[in-house]
């Protein structure tokens, strides 16, 4: 049984009490109904099934002991029933009055409210299914308050790096002001700073400052204006000594502190186990933050780039049979409509205008299922769509049966950590948790006797899986042993990767992109995969090129997996040049010019983009030479130990 299955009726005809009762019972998440008088009471007890009746013993007209004889009567002993009176405080009375009721107490006015509510939670405890962390419960709460925020992040303590988007996205754009203190698995300390609602610092393990290459890159100032600067001998930080020498404007530093501010929290976003804690305190505001518009191009990229589809799929997997409705923040769309993730999906909201659940999206839709995942993930970090709180009560077998058949495949490549949607730095806490979230929407007694057979075989299959993996990981010495035995596979895995992306960078060398593509393709199935994979997949990929009747389709492609590379990785002499080589496949020659010559300017060594300049420069004799092109990435990098500007 879970909260929404008990439900209470309150007989009460002193408002405040009734009010008052009735506002408890809701808040612990109770379906409750107060009514004011007998033939209410009586009303509503014939049209519901009510676990728990409070009756006031001296009502209009009638009187509640008799009301609570009829209820009997009428259904039985299944449900609880206590009473209440401010008049009736005779012992004998009370006494009398619960045996003919066969009630479970009796109150005499005042009384104190959570005292009544903690004694009827109780009596259901062994029969309640343990409801949802609080911060995964609000992902089906169209209201609640900062505090109702600030709890959920405090009570549900430990959480996956990849929840940290949803936390971020519930402090920001409210009036809050304070600390959220990340402590990793690893021991890794971290500090975001909120001021009303607006990240404006953040404290990581990264002593890096990107400050130089952002410029060049934004295009604030050109690579010899910040190489003379740093040669410049100076104490004020980089982006002060170029505004001095009209080299750039001022405004272009709050933009980089900005962007450097991104990337430092991109980085807290990682696959491991992070405790979490929030201090309110007053903390000043800043002319550099991310507000609710930065935000939302920095979700969108961390749930293209940092999040697992086999994270997602476990995740979403105890909602899969909840409704998707809009939510309080749907208004966002026209603000977001144009990011990346949802260009793929455009009529993904007329799907939610019919109310299905997570499950019949994903069956009916025709787009690839990451894509979908990844779009609804970010809707919902949004606020823009939010669960129904309750599944819904018809199944869709044929679905069912698909996303089992889609489950146990899974299964099969994955370890008994991603089975569970776990990092391999998962706590007692977060173990249990996955498991029960799991076992709630696939334990086989979960399932109507009334399935088919077909889905009553699979879903054992699925859930034996899954109890296998709790098994091993609930126990600590058998996880550290299992957590070993992964290690030593992984130290054979790097070994094969490592071997297969050297035959791959030989390929690309001699311009066989067609086998160093397929080579790139084949390791992206695998589990253990470089940072650097999906920029020269993308090379590849571009330099193979694409049919000229879907080429359109394929410039999408290329944009899409662009966003892919995680936003701290962007930032690579490799990454720029492929970002050059995309700009050229879309024919914005100007823009892939200046990638490029960054790219050289980056990495001397770099080949391939001193011959992309040289195939420019061929067709533009205006351009400069690449002679002139000299690296100052070392120094870039230096400044930041120097002085972060």
């Known amino acids: ?357 997570l499950q019949e999206i994903l069956d009916t839709s025709s787009i690839y299922e990451q894509k979908v995942l990844r779009a609804l993930h970010f809707l919902f970090l949004m606020r823009i769509l939010v669960f129904d709180n309750r599944p819904l009560n018809s199944v869709d077998y044929s679905g069912k049966l698909k996303r089992l058949k889609i489950m146990l495949e899974d299964f099969e490549m994955q370890n008994y950590f991603e089975i569970l949607g776990l990092s391999q730095k998962a706590r007692d806490k977060e173990i249990n948790r996955a498991y029960l979230d799991l076992a709630k929407v696939l334990h086989p007694d979960k399932l109507d006797p009334g399935a088919p057979k077909e889905v009553h075989d699979l879903q054992q299959q699925v859930f034996a899986r899954i109890a296998d993996a709790y098994d091993v990981l609930r126990d600590r010495n058998r996880r550290a042993a299992y957590q070993q035995e992964l290690e030593m596979g992984l130290a054979d895995e790097v070994l094969r990767i490592e071997a297969a992306f050297e035959e791959a960078i030989n390929s690309m060398q001699r311009g066989r992109y067609q086998k160093a593509l397929e080579t790139f393709s084949e390791m992206k199935t695998r589990k253990n995969q470089r940072s650097d994979l999906i920029t020269y997949f993308i090379w590849a990929k571009i330099k193979v090129g694409a049919p000229q009747n879907r080429l359109e389709k394929f410039m999408q492609e290329i944009g899409y997996e662009l966003n892919q590379v995680p936003p701290e990785e962007r930032h690579s002499a490799i990454y720029i040049f492929v970002k050059g080589l995309y700009m050229k496949l879309i024919g914005r020659t100007d823009k892939a010019y200046a990638y490029f010559k960054h790219a050289n300017t980056m990495d001397p060594s770099f080949m391939p983009a001193k011959r992309e300049l040289v195939s420019l420069e061929g067709k533009d004799k205006k351009r400069g030479s690449t002679d002139e092109l000299t690296s100052v990435v070392s120094k870039f990098f230096a400044v930041g130990k120097k002085k972060s500007s």
């Not at 209410?40 to 001296?58: H, N, Q, R, T, W």
């Not at 949802?132 to 009570?155: N, V």
Request: include cysteine; charged fraction near 25%.
């Open 1 to 357: 049984m879970q909260k929404q299955d008990l439900k209470i009726l309150i007989v009460e005809d002193d408002e405040s009490l009734g009010a008052a009762l009735e506002e408890v019972f809701t808040r612990m998440g109770y379906p409750c109904r107060w009514v004011s008088s007998a033939d209410e009471g009586m009303a509503a007890f014939k049209i519901m099934d009510y676990k728990v009746v409070i009756l006031d013993c001296m009502l209009p007209k009638t009187n509640g002991i008799q009301l609570g004889e009829t209820f009997r009567t009428m259904g039985g002993e299944d449900f609880k029933v206590f009473l209440i009176s401010g008049i009736f405080k005779d012992k004998s009375f009370s006494n009398d009055a619960i045996r003919k009721v066969k009630a479970e107490g009796f109150y005499v006015k005042p009384f104190d409210i959570q005292t009544l509510a903690n004694k009827v939670e109780s009596l259901f405890e062994d029969q309640m299914e343990p409801d949802r962390e609080p911060l995964f419960q609000l992902m089906a709460s169209e209201s609640h308050t900062i505090q109702d925020r600030l709890k959920a992040i405090e009570t549900t303590e430990t959480i996956h790096g990849f929840d940290l988007p949803w936390v971020y996205s519930l402090l920001v754009g409210t009036n809050v002001s304070g600390h959220l203190n990340l402590i990793s698995a690893d021991q890794e300390v971290s500090s975001i700073a909120f001021s009303q609602g607006e990240i404006v610092q953040v404290n990581v393990n990264d002593k890096t400052s990107y400050f130089g290459i952002l410029l060049v890159e934004h295009g604030f100032t050109s690579t010899e204006e910040v190489e003379e600067s740093l040669n410049y001998p100076s104490e004020k930080p980089l982006g002060e000594r170029l505004v001095e020498a009209s080299a750039m404007s001022p405004h272009a530093i709050r933009i980089i502190r900005r962007e450097q501010m991104a990337i430092r929290l991109s980085r807290t976003i990682q696959d491991t186990s992070v405790q979490t804690s929030f201090l309110e305190h007053e903390v000043k505001k800043s002319e550099v933050a991310i507000d609710t518009l930065a935000l939302s191009t920095l979700l969108n990229d961390w749930v293209s780039s940092k999040l697992s589809v086999k994270w997602l799929r476990a995740y979403y997997t105890p909602w899969m049979e909840h409704a998707i409705k809009f939510g309080p923040e749907k208004s966002r769309y026209e603000l977001v409509k144009m990011q990346s993730l949802l260009g793929p999906v455009p009529n993904l909201l007329k799907m939610v205008d019919n109310r299905k659940t």
